[in-house]
């Protein structure tokens, strides 16, 4: 099951408070302006800042 348009449309970085975006494999959330990667597990979104994968590696 896919993270719905509606909650994307309502999910927003809790680092930034910024756009956040389905990533290609659809296994995570990410913020462009934080470049973090925030993880879906078990079709839930993991929205921590401590959970949250840097994009810069």
């Given at each position: ?10 999910l ?6 910024g ?39």
């Amino acid at each position: 099951m896919a993270i719905s348009k509606d909650l994307l449309e309502i999910l927003a970085c809790p680092k930034c408070k910024g756009e956040i975006q389905l990533n290609e494999k659809e296994d995570g959330l990410s913020c462009a302006a934080c470049r973090v990667l925030y993880p879906i597990r078990d079709d839930i979104p993991v929205m921590l800042i401590d959970e949250a994968l840097s994009l810069d590696q």
